[in-house]
């Protein structure tokens, strides 16, 4: 019997990680809000990889985190190792990836739901959506219960039109053996919603007590952590070791011997898989020179025995997954706990989407995460905070929050994905964005806390202490510009043993720390007046100090891009009457309708000079 339920302002479909942020962004800033999951024990899932961040991805968090998110609080809450990868490289690639205990990570998140007020959370599967002549939207449970809501987020992951394949099977289903969502498709191809087949996969869990761990390389955590959220004051401990192994010529074999039995080759996968996280018979495919590859063994959580292999993604037949898996050495006699799968489901073109990412043509109604064409955790959280936050003003009539790709890494993903749209899921890294050396993960904070507050996510006691923070980054900062060094044995001693050029007077302390070869801690027996502050404050000033020059280029060219995103394009204009635009040009700028010249800009098919045309068209117009 089917019944009205309640009206809320905001309402989100999914509590994935994306559905997550989303839900407790909009509550956190005053609105009523209900988060909608098919299974409330699913909350905050990791269906895939059990583990938050890695390259780029870390950077993802700790903006997460800067803003206000919950990611990072979480991770830390959970982890049982952290490493900080590409350390022998620059500081703009240093990215933190921390083993997470999947299942208290999803209690951890679910908890977070459950206690943060504004916030209703329900066990329901949406069947239908529709919006009415007002503009309110109407949400049907599988109940037939009704809910409305002012503005709806779509956070659907891979559910949405799920169906696993493992060799000759397949069968609609959900990530980890849940159910699909298989009528809200229906209910989204009736608002005319863009969508299109996507494929992800996940490797086999094993049991610890069938490898010989005695045969593989350790992969133990960092000594010294760090968290990713600015608000940890304790650095997580390492609790639990991981594993490489390697596979060989044998594993090779047996993959070309049954690669007819893959669906990824035999046709019946159509959906396009992540480019840079293909299966692992897929690698052999396109790699066929490659002798080796390796796997990492990762713990699950720390209260149970299952394992992760982190790079042996398959859809092959169950046997055929257990044979190559015994092919290696330390897995010879491996049990399979969880067979892995590939899934396909259903996402959208994020070209239909705006940079708040509205869209275009359905106002109120939002995307966020995997259903926007991305893949990964990180990527969808960070979605999900913004649709989240850009849900919540526009119920309050506030405009939206639009963070640019000199902002942040969560700029440069939603820019990507709304203007150059994606093939295949969409992967973070740190090469897609033409600002890294400004937007590292270590200062994600200064570029990003006042914007958080400004937007009311940020609280009184965390926003004290980053601009306790900030002022004494700018004062250390005065201050190796004021001390002098005097020149000594000692001073010269070090200068030769570290091979750079020695001194004929003394020198600014500012001078000695842009040397590549020196830095803060070598220098301490000649710094008797440095204050005790914590060692991120003085990790900002001596990365601002060695790259000083490049810092400047960048901001620089910053200055340029934001000329060009100042000049806003109206909503209204026909680019079919713009003479001088070439005509894929306008077929482009026609179907994504971008908001300013920059974003323009970007679009695959627009020429440096069809903007040259558009700016004088804007020019007589007086825009």
Avoid at 203 to 216: E, H, K, T
Avoid at 259 to 284: A, N, Q
Avoid at 288 to 302: A, I, N, T, Y
């Amino acid at each position: 019997m089917q019944y009205f339920a309640k009206q809320y302002e905001v309402a989100v479909i999914g509590a994935g990680h994306a559905g997550i942020e989303a839900g407790l962004a909009s509550a956190r800033l005053g609105c009523s809000t209900i988060v909608f999951t098919i299974n409330l024990d699913w909350i905050g899932n990791m269906p895939c990889n059990p583990s938050i961040g890695g390259t780029s991805k870390g950077h993802l968090v700790r903006e997460i985190d800067a803003l206000g998110g919950e990611m990072g609080k979480a991770a830390d809450k959970t982890e049982i190792q952290s490493r900080m990868l590409n350390r022998g490289k620059g500081p703009a690639v240093h990215s933190l990836r921390a083993q997470i205990d999947r299942r208290e990570y999803s209690k951890y998140m679910k908890h977070a739901l459950e206690k943060q007020e504004n916030l209703d959370v329900k066990q329901a599967e949406i069947m239908d959506l529709t919006r009415d002549d007002q503009g309110l939207w109407h949400l049907t449970t599988r109940l037939e219960a009704e809910y409305t809501a002012k503005c709806v987020v779509l956070a659907t992951g891979t559910f949405l039109g799920g169906r696993v394949y493992i060799g000759d099977v397949s069968y609609e289903s959900g990530p980890d053996g849940m159910f699909p969502a298989t009528a809200l498709s229906a209910a989204l191809y009736k608002l005319q919603i863009p969508l299109r087949r996507f494929k992800t996969g996940t490797p086999a869990r094993v049991n610890r007590r069938s490898i010989d761990f005695s045969v593989l390389e350790v992969q133990k955590g960092d000594e010294a952590t760090v968290p990713f959220s600015f608000d940890t004051e304790t650095p997580p401990e390492n609790k639990a070791d991981c594993y490489i192994a390697y596979t060989n010529e044998e594993t090779k074999r047996v993959i070309l011997e049954n690669i007819h039995t893959s669906p990824l080759y035999s046709g019946k996968i159509h959906g396009v898989g992540p480019r840079y996280c293909p299966s692992f018979e897929d690698k052999i495919m396109r790699f066929p020179d490659k002798q080796r590859h390796q796997l990492f063994v990762e713990p699950c959580g720390l209260d149970t025995e299952e394992l992760y292999l982190q790079g042996m993604s398959s859809s092959l037949p169950e046997a055929v997954q257990l044979k190559f898996l015994r092919t290696i050495k330390g897995l010879e006699h491996v049990e399979v706990m969880r067979t892995a799968y590939a899934i396909e489901y259903d996402c959208v073109d994020p070209l239909a989407l705006k940079p708040s990412l509205e869209f275009l043509d359905l106002p109120g109604l939002f995307g966020a995460g995997q259903f926007n064409g991305s893949s990964g955790y990180e990527e969808a959280a960070a979605q999900g905070l913004i649709a989240g936050i850009n849900a919540a003003r526009r119920a309050q009539g506030k405009d939206p929050l639009l963070l640019d790709r000199a902002s942040s890494y969560i700029g440069t993903l939603i820019d990507d994905l709304v203007t150059k749209g994606c093939s295949d899921p969409y992967r973070m890294m740190t090469s897609r964005s033409e600002y890294r050396l400004l937007l590292r993960q270590d200062n994600a904070d200064l570029r990003l806390t006042d914007i958080g507050r400004e937007v009311g996510l940020v609280g009184d006691e965390k926003y004290a202490r980053f601009v306790k923070k900030r002022e004494q980054i700018e004062a250390e900062r005065r201050r190796v510009q004021a001390t002098s060094v005097p020149l000594s044995d000692e001073l010269h001693a070090l200068l030769v043993s570290r091979e750079t050029s020695p001194l004929k007077s003394g020198v600014k302390l500012e001078e000695l720390l842009k040397r590549p070869q020196l830095d803060y801690e070598c220098l301490a027996p000649f710094d008797p007046t440095r204050p005790d502050y914590p060692p991120e404050v003085f990790e900002q000033v001596e990365i601002e100090l060695k790259y000083e020059g490049y810092i400047k280029r960048q901001q620089a060219q910053i200055r340029e891009m934001r000329r060009l995103e100042s000049k806003q394009i109206p909503e209204d204009i026909c680019y079919d009457t713009i003479d001088g635009l070439r005509l894929e040009a306008r077929e482009k700028l026609g179907k994504i309708r971008p908001q300013n010249v920059g974003q323009a800009s970007r679009i695959s098919g627009v020429s440096p000079a069809d903007i040259s045309v558009l700016l004088i068209y804007l020019a007589k117009e007086g825009v």
